[in-house]
């Protein structure tokens, strides 16, 4: 089984997707995690972050040891992933990567922003994780918070609103539901009743 969860920066759909994987024993892959680590490597070797050239060849030179460092958490790497992902050649190289996982048994929970309509289209489970754009400020800052990130709520506000624009609007996989995704508005949720009514989706599709 595989299980396609896109949705926005801080919807809540990496929580979702680590529960739903411990829940039926599938593997999990955040899928942010490779373009954070696109990102991290360009700032390392003091590269552009535009120079969309050095992005592909740092997209291809990604090794698994890379997506382990804690900086991939970090906002300005959030920021940075967002601007490397809409290289078509990043996006390109990483794709290869994503669908050798979600293939290995016994199947996998990917999340991301193009996992339902680019990278597993068919997928048996496709959710669309959304949340206000002001609940999801205010999840960031909590864990910036906890990680001992300083925290400054309105400028994460407009990062996450310029992070949705560059995501949704870029060409190359823009953030969307695919067609068959179930969607899950978390705005009001607490991560218990998120997971349930994931479940219950899930459910009646098996
Ligand atoms: O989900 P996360 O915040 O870690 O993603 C960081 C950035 O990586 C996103 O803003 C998005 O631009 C990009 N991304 C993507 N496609 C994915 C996952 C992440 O373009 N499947």
Same mark, same amino acid.
């Given at each position: @089984? !595989? ?9 809540? +759909? ?7 994987? &411990? ?5 999990? /892959? ?10 991290? #490597? @360009? ?12 992005? $592909?060849?740092?997209?291809?030179? !990604? %090794? ?7 900086? /991939?958490?970090?906002? #300005? ?12 050649? =990043?996006? &390109?190289? /990483? ?14 929970? !990917?999340?991301?922003? %193009? ?13 669309? =994780?959304? $949340? ?7 999840? #960031? ?14 400028? !994460?506000?407009?990062?996450? +609103?310029?992070? %949705? %624009?560059?995501?949704?609007? #870029?060409?190359?996989?823009? /953030? +969307? ?16 009743? &998120?997971?349930?009514?994931? =479940?219950?989706?899930?459910? &009646?599709?098996?």
């Amino acid at each position: @089984m !595989i299980v396609a969860i896109d949705g926005p920066a801080a919807s809540g +759909k990496g929580t979702l997707a680590r529960r739903i994987a &411990a829940h039926y024993g599938l593997r999990h /892959l955040d899928s942010g995690v490779l373009y954070r680590a696109v990102a991290l #490597r @360009m700032i390392a070797q003091g590269q552009d972050l535009a120079d969309a050239e050095a992005a $592909a060849r740092a997209a291809r030179d !990604i %090794d698994p040891a890379d997506l382990e460092d804690p900086a /991939l958490r970090s906002r #300005r790497t959030g920021e940075g992933a967002s601007i490397v992902s809409a290289v078509p050649a =990043v996006r &390109a190289a /990483l794709l290869d990567f994503q669908r050798r996982f979600a293939a290995e048994p016994p199947g996998a929970v !990917i999340d991301g922003r %193009d996992i339902g309509t680019v990278i597993c289209p068919d997928a048996e489970v496709k959710l669309f =994780v959304i $949340a206000s754009a002001e609940e999801r400020a205010r999840r #960031r800052a909590l864990e910036l918070t906890n990680r001992g990130e300083p925290v400054d709520e309105a400028a !994460i506000l407009a990062d996450i +609103k310029a992070r %949705d %624009d560059r995501d949704m609007n #870029r060409l190359t996989a823009p /953030l +969307k539901p695919a067609d068959d995704a179930v969607l899950v508005d978390t705005t009001t949720l607490d991560a218990e009743t &998120a997971f349930l009514a994931a =479940v219950a989706v899930i459910e &009646a599709r098996l």
